[in-house]
């Protein structure tokens, strides 16, 4: 399932090359060529899978284990403070790479990344809403 024309296939199967910090049959990861941190890091699996609702849970679980394990060596390696693991989908999110990637950012005490959002408040019409949705098969 390679997709000819997206680059993080070109990069995970070794066709394009990159600072490859991890690699193995199922995944390669590499840093960001434009690091919101020092050790940015993004992990790729080697088939192409837009999402988080095209990649299969079992490929999903086995990235989050190699997730952990770069994470693990990169936090402490590096000396960071703090750690976000974050994934984005779909445009309004973020994503700007169409195929699937989790982003292992170090972070340092007083850095800059902006990470975060405006805390609103749970309405009780969302929250009946969403617990309704939930319910359903
Ligand atoms: P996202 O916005 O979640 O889709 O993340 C895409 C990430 O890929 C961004 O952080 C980019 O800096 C990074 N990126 C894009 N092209 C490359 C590339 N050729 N090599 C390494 N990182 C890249
Ligand atoms: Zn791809």
């Not at 790479?97 to 850095?111: E, N, S």
């Not at 800059?112 to 949705?133: C, H, M, N, S, Y």
Request: aromatic share 8%.
């Amino acid at each position: 399932m390679k997709d000819c024309n997206c680059i993080f296939c070109k990069i995970a199967n070794g066709e394009i090359p990159s600072a490859t910090l991890y690699e193995d049959d199922e995944f390669r990861v590499i840093l960001d060529l434009n690091p919101a941190s020092k050790g940015h890091a993004l992990v790729l699996p080697k088939e192409h899978f837009a999402n988080l609702f095209e990649i299969p849970a079992d490929v999903l679980g086995r990235a989050a284990g190699v997730a952990k394990k770069v994470s693990e060596k990169l936090f402490n390696g590096l000396h960071a403070d703090g750690f976000n693991l974050l994934q984005n989908n779909g445009e309004s999110a973020g994503q700007t790479v169409f195929h699937f990637h989790m982003h292992l950012i170090p972070r340092y005490k007083g850095d800059t990344v902006g990470v975060g959002w405006k805390p609103g408040t749970l309405t009780d019409e969302d929250r009946e809403e969403i617990l309704a949705l939930s319910r359903q098969e």
